[in-house]
């Protein structure tokens, strides 16, 4: 089945007089194990179907299931709980506390899972281990590269051990050669059994994904498997 299954769902932001229908009816499953590239141009409701598919927001109308379950009409604890549970984020500025630790940063999301300290330390460094910071545990953000801090919020995002993870515009802050290091770590996630879906204007970042989602004003305008990586594998 499905982990999203996503159908005619909408989002229109009330501000007084006008109206802003950010999605307008949009239909999109995606199974397990998926890569999925989000594009199209600024305003045609990338962020929005991102904070949709994060449960970050509730649609205004249409069915959101993840996981089976209907997030749609959720409260703000159940889709907390629900976010906890399946999603990781990455984010373009990385978002990490700047007077923690790498390792500290890493394990504070299990804080709220309830894991003592011990366990929190131990898992926080595996996952690290496995994004290649195995020896900057004791590093702050500003003792970092670029492509350091954004390994570091990739390893928050999997410490949970969730899903699916969601990054919007992971390499946006990072030079070439940089991006390429952080893609090959998504492409390794994916590899490792997570569903990735991440959001970006670059078509050479796109093309490491195996699905391609184009929205434009609020609609689907075109949603097709990765030609190139198909024909390569
Ligand atoms: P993208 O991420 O593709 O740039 P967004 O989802 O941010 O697109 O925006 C889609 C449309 O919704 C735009 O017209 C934008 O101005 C509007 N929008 C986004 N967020 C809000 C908000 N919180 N309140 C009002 N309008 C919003
Ligand atoms: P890159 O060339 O990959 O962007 P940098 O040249 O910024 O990396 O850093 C090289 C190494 O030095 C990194 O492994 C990083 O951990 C370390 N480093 C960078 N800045 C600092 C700092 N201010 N304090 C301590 N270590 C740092």
């Given at each position: 089945a499905a982990v999203i299954d996503i159908n005619d769902l909408t989002k229109t932001y009330d501000m007084g007089q006008t109206k802003v229908h950010a999605l307008r009816g949009i239909d999109l499953q995606i199974q397990t194990n998926e890569y999925v590239?989000?594009?199209?141009?600024s305003g045609s409701g990338k962020s929005t179907l991102m904070n949709l598919l994060g449960c970050l927001d509730t649609p205004t109308s249409g069915r959101y299931l993840l996981d089976g379950k209907d997030v749609s009409m959720m409260d703000d604890t159940e889709l907390a709980n629900i976010r906890n549970e399946k999603i990781g984020f990455v984010f373009q500025t990385f978002n990490l506390l700047p007077r923690?630790?790498?390792l500290e940063n890493v394990a504070l999301p299990l804080v709220y899972a309830g894991l003592a300290k011990r366990e929190r330390q131990q898992r926080a460094a595996e996952v690290l281990d496995s994004v290649g910071l195995g020896d900057r545990l004791d590093h702050r953000p500003n003792e970092l590269s670029g492509g350091?801090?954004?390994?570091v919020a990739i390893a928050r995002a999997l410490v949970n051990r969730p899903a699916i993870i969601l990054a919007d515009e992971p390499t946006g802050n990072l030079d070439t050669k940089t991006s390429i290091e952080i893609m090959e770590i998504f492409e390794d996630i994916q590899r490792r059994g997570n569903t990735v879906i991440l959001?970006?204007?670059?078509?050479?970042?796109?093309?490491?994904?195996?699905?391609i989602v184009r929205l434009r004003d609020g609609e689907t305008e075109s949603d097709e498997p990765n030609e190139h990586i198909i024909r390569a594998s």
């Open positions: 590239a989000l594009m199209g141009p923690q630790t790498t350091q801090r954004q390994r959001v970006t204007h670059e078509p050479d970042i796109a093309e490491h994904a195996h699905r």
